[in-house]
């Protein structure tokens, strides 16, 4: 393959629930443009992003990385769909397939955490790693798994921001998912945080002792995540992670006093080179939809190369 | 591709902690020789492997699903070892690339749990299914994670049987895991259940408390399986569920009420369907080596057909 081949130009979307980001692009380096846009009601969203990818010529492929949850499932009928969503006109709003209509390319279409995560692992803090994990911890719990380069889903994708990790001892407090009350999102997500302390994560002290509360739910969320054992690097980004110094060296630490010695392989045991904070901040969510499109074209061209 | 390319002639070896099985097969209904073999020392009993590979002829591959825990990182130098276990002579030792030799032909090679996944997804109780996961729970708790009908992993293989679940509010028993405590294997595989009671798990009544903590902390595993995204059904085999047959409704229970209606799909919610007995018995294990065996016969192939 040409240099030129292993970098189409892509033509990518980050769908988010209050923006959209349209990036022309081959790579971080290469960006030829970029259109920001509101998301209001999807039929002016849309509309407006099939305006920019009108304006734009010569990509061979799109990709779409959107907020969710999502149905990725190409056996469902609602695939390619923004399936439940409390955003107003959103809920089960086919996306895929008519942005794919419209560019009348090989798509790709996934969450925007997954996105972030494959972004990361080809051009950021895990760069040239083909297994990583991204977890986004912010106002909710996000995570996106990428094994030998690919996103890991099956039936739908991963919502392992909702795993039930073992409390603090003397830790009961009730929790702030809706859902679940003291999952893993609704012990250390933004919003979890000021139900619990009434201060929002940035404004609280680095001294506070609800954040040894959060750092320990956290560690078992990494310790989860390592035992999958996909990840040779986890990549914590999300508002409550990033710019908040202190809380890195305490989640290192409380995955590494949970693991206890058990994942006995260098990669982990060197806890500051495996969990690191994101290298490609706002961009992530655009190139990885960057990614999703070269993966589509991928395919499309392995599968019509093995069929000739 | 013709139907005997689709089912190329395999030997597949399950190298269990007591026993061996020597399988020589396209398939369940086409098993061409099978011989079973003491696990002594590695020498003597690789040798009688090599000796059985040597009788054999017109294998166009070899799959391996060991005991664990393997190194199965083909980045790794030890790739293809067994690495530590407390069986005498077996820590460190290589088993792929020793039977690769012998062999002379393309060697899969993963835990005897991942074998058995792929085992029942492609011809048992998940059959036709691409993603799936299944759970051993006996001496200890392993689990196989299956995506897109290839196993799920990276730096090393899954250990997802010592994540760490919430607790039975007021259950504070230690746990029996010398590494975790109160992990999910320290609190629902065999040696916990007779830890806990004293009473083995097969002999425990039915009507014994401890079975309804046994149930929720598998029903935390099934939990946490269920937000990876990947399985459309689970399989849950292994001495403490196999004849024991008032667990599965109790653990079906305890997932959907963990779960509480936060993954809103028809397969999860029909849990009878969804977490299901095995159906090979004792041929996953070395079927799940032909499995392993045929998919890297199927990778070389594509390899080399691609960079024709």
Redesign the interface.
Known sequence: MTERQNKPLVAGVELGGTKCICILARGPDEIEDRVQLPTTRPEETLSAIEAVLDRWSGFSALGIASFGPVSIDPHAGDYGHIT?TPKPGWANQDVAARLRRKAGVPTGFHTDVVGAALAEARWGAAKGL??IAYATVGTGIGVG?I??GKP?????????G??????VAGDDWVGSCP??G?CLEGLAAGPAIQARTGIPGPDLPADHPAWNLVAHALG?LL??LV??????RIVMGGGVMVGTDHLFPRVRAAMTK?L??????P??ANADTFVVPPALGGNAGPLGAIVLGAQALGEQL?SS??GA
């Open positions: 439940s083909p297994d798994l094994a030998g890991v889903d099956g039936l739908t994708h991963s919502e392992f909702h795993i039930r990790p073992v409390r859902y679940h003291a078992q310790h989860a035992l999958t054992g996909v990840p040779r949970s206890a010695g058990y994942v006995a392989l990669e982990v392995q190369f093995m």
